[in-house]
């Protein structure tokens, strides 16, 4: 299925932040929170490399629909008991991306030098 890998990310994510406030774990780790959005967004990252073959003329779109994305799931959370709009959430979120997309340019990169 075309673009699989994308929309199971995008689903778990949008699962993920569904989650009300009160029964997300109590992690006690300063920034803890920074670092789930950074691995969030990083492998929704790289599932877009993956499934759109991302060249570097598409680079961009993909930072752009991520950040966009980022965008509505901070906006969403506003809804949900105990959960807040965060920028710092959405700077994660874009750091997240561009690892993402490095990581995933470059283990596509190394697949296909060892198919070769």
């Known amino acids: 299925m075309k673009y699989l890998y994308?929309?199971?990310?995008?689903?778990?994510i949008i699962i993920a932040v569904l989650?009300?406030?009160p029964h997300l774990p109590d992690v006690n780790i300063v920034?803890?929170?920074?670092?789930?959005h950074i691995g969030m967004f990083g492998a929704w990252a790289m599932a877009v490399y993956y499934d759109f073959s991302i060249r570097s003329t598409r680079y961009l779109w993909a930072m752009v629909a991520g950040l966009a994305f980022?965008?509505?799931t901070?906006?969403?959370?506003?809804?949900?008991?105990?959960?807040?709009?965060?920028w710092s959430d959405m700077v994660?979120?874009?750091?997240?991306?561009i690892l993402g997309l490095t990581i995933?340019?470059?283990m596509l990169r190394k697949l296909f030098r060892l198919k070769d």
């Open 70 to 72: 980022s965008l509505f």
């Open 6 to 12: 994308t929309l199971l990310v995008s689903l778990l």
């Open 31 to 36: 920034g803890f929170d920074k670092v789930v």
């Open 92 to 97: 994660a979120d874009a750091i997240g991306l």
């Open 74 to 86: 901070e906006i969403v959370q506003i809804f949900i008991e105990g959960r807040t709009f965060d």
């Open 19 to 21: 989650i009300p406030g």
């Open 104 to 106: 995933g340019a470059w």
